[in-house]
């Protein structure tokens, strides 16, 4: 095949494909708040979801993050994003190495209370809930009670969940499911978690 020819198949290609995605673009005018859940053993849903603070922010709306589990309050995005979104770190680390159950329970509580404070406020476009998903699957949070605030929050709110395991009831209620895959991370070849990358 000449390079002609190639030249203008891949045109005629590009011709339906812009036919087609024009298309499906009229066909999405509907404008709500969405529930977007980052899941899976891969690295990167965290980083995601503080993309999409960042980029909130760019439009000048009003933000909050929540971190479960987590207890650091050094990390890179905080640092940067939490000087113009309401962040809030009410983790006391990871279970393995806080090891007490009920201490656990007690941040987690915690944190939702300041949860559900963002989750009814109009006031937030933006609300992202860091590593929820642990706190559904370990019984940390009533999901009952978690799911009801997600499902009536204000019509404009956009919310965004990470965490691995994401259970099916909070995907069955999610506009968007993302799940990230994990083929190969530096940490299993013995390198540490680093700034500006990993926190």
């Keep these: 095949m000449s390079q002609d020819e190639r030249s203008t198949r891949h045109a005629a290609r590009m011709v339906r494909k812009k036919a087609h995605i024009d298309t499906a673009i009229?066909?999405?005018?509907?404008?709500?708040?969405?529930?977007?859940?980052?899941?899976?053993?891969g690295k990167g849903k965290s980083s995601s979801a503080?993309?999409?603070?960042?980029?909130?922010?760019?439009?000048?709306?009003k933000v909050g993050v929540v971190q479960f589990i987590k207890a650091r309050s050094d990390?890179?995005?905080?640092?940067?994003?939490?000087?113009?979104?309401?962040?809030?770190?009410?983790?006391?680390?990871?279970t393995w190495d806080t090891q007490n159950r009920e201490r656990d329970r007690a941040a987690a509580a915690r944190g939702w209370a300041v949860a559900a404070r963002m989750l009814a406020d109009p006031g937030y476009r933006l609300v992202v809930l860091d590593e929820l998903t642990y706190l559904l699957n370990d019984a940390y949070l009533d999901p009952a009670t978690v799911l009801d605030a997600l499902a009536h929050r204000p019509?404009?709110?956009?919310?965004?969940?990470t965490g691995r395991a994401a259970p099916a009831v909070l995907t069955a209620l999610a506009d968007t499911v993302s799940v990230i895959a994990d083929e190969k991370h530096a940490f299993r070849a013995?390198?540490?978690a680093q700034p500006g990358v990993d926190f």
């Design 155 to 161: 019509a404009g709110q956009h919310v965004v969940i």
């Design 50 to 61: 503080f993309g999409m603070v960042a980029r909130a922010l760019g439009h000048g709306m």
């Design 75 to 94: 990390t890179g995005e905080e640092a940067f994003l939490g000087k113009d979104a309401e962040w809030h770190v009410t983790g006391e680390g990871f």
């Design 26 to 41: 009229a066909a999405a005018q509907e404008e709500r708040g969405l529930l977007i859940v980052l899941t899976g053993n």
């Design 190 to 192: 013995g390198v540490k």
